[in-house]
Structure formats: structure tokens, C-alpha cells
């Protein structure tokens, strides 16, 4: 059995099967998760008898990476392992003033996005709760994070329970003890499970937008067949969700798509009673996708004109380009090499 | 269309479950509500259940609710619906979903289950001027087929992906688009499946000239 991604109380309660000292569950957490001990031989403070049994039947679960792109600009992308042979990504984004950290929570997605390479891969398993914060614990830059994002492959909310979890491990004092306002969580607005993160976390949520328009974005994302944007925004003004973290839309710009005045007029309009902001993000061509990326004119033309209907509207800066940062390619390419 | 903290759950007693395969089945239930053809229905069991969504399949004039679903390996819920018998209540929440059917001449391409809302927009009155590409792994699994075929005629297309039988194109519904000379590229696409299905048939699609506008989806994940 695997003890990364086991929260307080299933440590207690395993220690406590094990007729270990009540205290050992708290110990282990410090070890798992506020450490930097590879193996159980490491955590000096635990009895040998302890270690002993924990080394016979059970595995710390950290895994290292296998590979490392790095970028011209710092961002370095790792390719972890998990169960069956299967990669997921992970991006480290060193900056000025903060050091990011991208994690993924699926191997592969169900949602089909017109616009994204993880799409391509299927949908092939969802990461456990370990799976999900071993990208942290395992990453060689772990005590230069200072911001988490769940931006990488899969979509969190389809594989809430997992995520909940792990952010339960990343936030609570007994684990990793990260701020929620460090920590963004980011869904094409998979309702069920966003009303759950809305209600046990704290942290702040972003949502994919890149369209105003109903019948634009079914085509973008078929999700919204499902889940309308419209009925995403209500649940968060109805919880008053923008008062108590900070919420940001996400929109990729595409030329001549979803770039003109009227997608400004549109986003103003359903965005003005929720208090939020807007990332603009570039879009780097993915094979097949019939979408060609706006240009840098564009980009500042529709910020400006966000930012003077009263929407704060930032231009996100793009990211290890040159080692393939479309999210999904590298472990895409990982896959169909095996 | 309803939000997900207004959707009603009712409780409904099934009226017949029909075991069409190993692992596929065909749910049944009297209706006291319209919808439109195309739309889905959130279904819990126990209270306590998240809802999963499931695709109408019959038809608007029809006076049951059909389900059409398939229980997956290692999966929670499915099991439990298939284990259902006539009388046990099942609950259901209004209506909701905005993949509708149309009455122009568009294109339907579904694999497995998402055979589903076709059949329910085929059994509206929706079916003429449409082709339907319908694909599955062996014959068993090619729901509905002699309604189909009835309703389209030569506009129905079978696909069996690990089966040849005389007269059924013998690939995936991907392997036949590949093969067309010519794709319309003027006709709506409608595509209902898993993820995969649906990415890799847009890419053929769009690869092949079909804009990306005139590619609709619904993807059960
Ligand atoms: C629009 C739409 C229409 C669909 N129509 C059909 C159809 O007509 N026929 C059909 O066979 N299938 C259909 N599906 C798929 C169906 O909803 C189920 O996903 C599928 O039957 C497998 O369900 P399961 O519960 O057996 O599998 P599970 O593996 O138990 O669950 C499947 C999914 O349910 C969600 N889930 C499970 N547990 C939780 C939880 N605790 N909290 C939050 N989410 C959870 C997750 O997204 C998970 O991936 C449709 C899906 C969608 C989105
Ligand atoms: S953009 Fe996100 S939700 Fe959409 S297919 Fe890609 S990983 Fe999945």
C-alpha cells in the first residue's frame, strides 16, 4: 500500500492498525510531506520497529521523474510515471518574483477541446490523490515553489474526489502547509464538482472561457452542451464564489474567431456582476487543430478594450515554447513512442 | 435549461430493462414531461448518488423514457442500474443538454451508446435528408439497427470495427471517413461517443475540409 496521498486521519488510522504510538501518524505526515526523506530508512525520528514494519508492508509511493525538457526561458517540463506505463506532465515556470508549478490530474482527458493535445490522447486514467502532489514531493525545484496551479493534463473536476484531496495535502498545516491563495485550480466548468471545491476549499479557481457565445464554445468545447458557461457564472454569483477567492476566466485568443468587438461586448456582459479577472493567453498550434493563434496586436487591442468596459484583463506570457508547451505533446509523444 | 443546484430529481418506477448484450442494456420508464429530441437526463439511484448523465433515446412522441447504456469494467454506477428490476424507482432529473436535433440534411456519426440521442432525434420526425455513420465493435452492439435502416435506407451506414459481415463496411467510423473520396464538406456533423471517437473523427473532418463550425459533439465522459 501506497502512503503518499493519504491525508491525517487515514494515517492515524493506519498507524493505529499497526499498534504503532498514536503520535506516528502525525510524524509520518511531517515525513511524507514536509521532508525531503526518499525512503522510510530516512525518517530517523519513527522507532525501528516502526520503520520496520512500514518498509515490509508498505511503499512511500515518490516517484521520479524520467525526463526533462528544459526551456530558453527556465521553464522546465517533467515527465513523471504512473501506474500502467502511462506519463503525465509537469511544468516548473521560474519567474522575477514567483516560482509556478503546472500539475497534472489525469492521464489524458474526456472532454475533447477542440484546441488541445491532451484531448488527442483519450482519456486513459485518473491520478490519485499521491499521483497528484508526488509531482510536487518528487520535483527537484519542490522548495522553490512558491504558486501551484492544476493547469496541466485533465480536467480536475472530473476527477474531483482525487483532487479534493490533494488539496486538502498541499494546503493543512500536518502537510505541505501552502496557502489556498497560492494555489489555483483551473475547469472547463464541470458544475458537480466545482460546487464541491466551492464548499471545501479555499483556493482560487480559474475557468476556460474562450468564448462568450453558446453556440461558438459548443463548438470549442463540447461541454458546453452540458454544463452552458451562463450556468457555470449563475452558481458562482449564487455562491458568491468572487468574494471569498479569486476567480479569472481563461481565453485564448484565436484569429478571427473569437477576437472581435462583439466577443468584447458579450464577455462584459456576462461577466459584469462577478467579481473576477481575464487572462488572455496565446495559442501555440497543436497538430490538427484547425485554429490559428491572434496576433500580438490583437491580444493588447482586446485587453484594452476589456480593461475599459471595466473587466481587469491581463495578457498571460507564454511559456517554455521551445520545448513543446502545448499541455499534453510531451507525454502525448512519450505515449506513442512506447 | 436548469442549473445543476435547481435540477429536480423524481422518482420514476422502471417499467422494463432489457439486457440487449454482455454488458449493454435498454432502460425504460413511463414520462410525465417533454423534452426535445437530443437532450439528456441526470439518473441517480440512492439519494446520496452523484448523477451521472445519460442520453435519451426514444422519442418525443413516445410515451416511455429509453436508456440505452453499457456497464463499463471497474465502473460504480452502471452496474447498479443494470441490476435494476421492473417496479424499482430510478430518479430522474428534468430534462436538460443542448445537443438538439435539426430537420436540415446533417450528418450523424456515433459510436457505442452514442448511438443514443439519434435515435431519439430518428423516432421525432428528424430523420430525413440524414446520413447516419454508426459504429461498433460486433453486430450485437449496432443498437437499433433495423430501425435504422428502415427510417434511412441507403443513408444508414454500419461500421464494424472487429467483425466482417456481407454488406457492413468492415473499420471504424474513422476508417470509413478516411476512405471517402469525398467528404461533404457543406453538411453539419453531429458526433456522439467517447472523447477518442469524437477527437479523432473532428480531426478527420476538419483535416479534410469540414470547418470546425460545422462540427457539433457530444462526449460522454
Ligand atoms: C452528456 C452525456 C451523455 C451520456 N449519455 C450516456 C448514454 O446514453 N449511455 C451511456 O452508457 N453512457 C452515457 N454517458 C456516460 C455516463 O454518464 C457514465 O459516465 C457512464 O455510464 C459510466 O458511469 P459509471 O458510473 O458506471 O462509471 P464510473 O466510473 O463510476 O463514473 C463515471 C464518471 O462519473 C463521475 N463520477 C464518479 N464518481 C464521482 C464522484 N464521487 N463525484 C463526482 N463525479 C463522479 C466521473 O466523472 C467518472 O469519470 C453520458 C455522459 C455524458 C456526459
Ligand atoms: S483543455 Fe483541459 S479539459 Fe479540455 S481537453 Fe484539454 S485537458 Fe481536457
Sequence with gaps: MILLGKNLDELEALVRAEEMPSYTGMQLARWLYGSEAASFAEMSN????????????????????????????????????????????????????????????????????????????GFQANLSAGEIVNQLRSLPERNRVTNIVYMGMGEPFDNTEEVLKSLEILTAPWGFAISPKKITVSTIGLIPGMIQFLEKTRCNLAISLHSPF??????????????????????????????????????????????????????????????????????????????????????????DALNAKGIIATIRQSRGIDIEAACGLLSTKAMLSK | MQ???????????????????SNSYLLSFQRDFDFHAGQILAL???????????????????????????????STFSPRLAGLVPGDLLQVSSPAGMFLGTAGPDIWIAAGTG???????????????????????????????????????????????????????????????????????????????????????????TERGVPFGKVLAEVYF
Design chain 1, 46 to 121: 519513527l522507532s525501528k520497529q516502526s520503520r520496520t514494519v512500514l518498509e515490509n508492508k508498505y511503499q512511500t509511493g515518490f516517484s521520479e521523474h524520467v525526463k526533462v525538457s528544459v526551456s530558453a526561458d527556465g521553464t522546465r517540463k517533467y515527465l513523471f510515471p504512473t501506474g500502467g506505463g502511462r506519463f503525465i506532465e509537469t511544468a516548473f515556470m521560474p519567474e522575477a518574483r514567483r516560482n509556478t508549478l503546472c500539475l497534472s490530474t489525469q492521464v489524458g482527458c474526456k472532454m475533447g477541446c477542440l484546441f488541445c493535445m491532451t484531448a488527442r490522447q
Design chain 1, 214 to 303: 453558446d453556440e461558438e464554445r459548443r463548438k470549442l468545447m463540447p461541454v458546453q452542451h452540458v454544463y452552458p458557461i451562463r450556468d457555470v457564472i449563475r452558481e458562482l454569483i449564487r455562491t458568491d464564489a468572487g468574494r471569498q477567492r479569486k476567480i479569472s476566466f481563461e481565453y485564448i485568443l484565436f484569429r478571427g474567431i473569437n477576437d472581435s468587438d462583439g466577443h468584447i461586448r458579450e464577455m462584459a456582459r456576462l461577466l459584469n456582476k462577478l467579481p473576477c479577472r481575464v487572462n488572455l493567453m496565446r495559442f501555440h498550434p497543436v497538430p490538427n487543430a484547425p485554429l490559428e493563434g491572434a496576433d500580438e496586436a490583437s491580444l493588447v487591442r482586446f485587453r
Design chain 2, 3 to 21: 442549473i445543476q443546484s435547481e435540477l429536480n430529481f423524481k422518482p420514476y418506477p422502471i417499467s422494463n430493462i432489457q439486457h440487449l448484450n
Design chain 2, 44 to 74: 441517480k439511484i440512492a439519494d446520496a448518488d452523484t448523477p451521472r448523465y445519460y442520453s435519451i433515446a426514444s422519442g418525443i412522441n413516445d410515451p416511455q423514457i429509453d436508456i440505452l447504456f453499457n456497464v463499463k469494467p471497474g
Design chain 2, 115 to 205: 448511438i443514443a440521442p439519434f435515435r431519439s432525434m430518428m423516432r421525432s420526425g428528424l430523420s430525413n435528408g440524414k446520413i447516419l455513420l454508426q459504429g461498433a465493435s460486433a453486430p450485437e452492439s449496432l443498437y437499433f439497427a433495423e430501425e435504422f435502416r428502415a427510417a434511412l435506407g441507403e443513408a444508414y451506414v454500419p461500421c464494424l470495427s472487429r467483425h466482417s459481415q456481407p454488406g457492413i463496411f468492415h473499420g471504424r467510423v474513422t476508417d470509413y471517413l478516411r476512405q471517402l473520396d469525398q467528404i461533404d464538406t457543406e453538411k453539419t456533423h453531429y458526433l456522439c461517443g467517447s472523447a477518442e471517437m469524437v477527437v479523432d473523427t473532428r480531426d478527420i473532418l
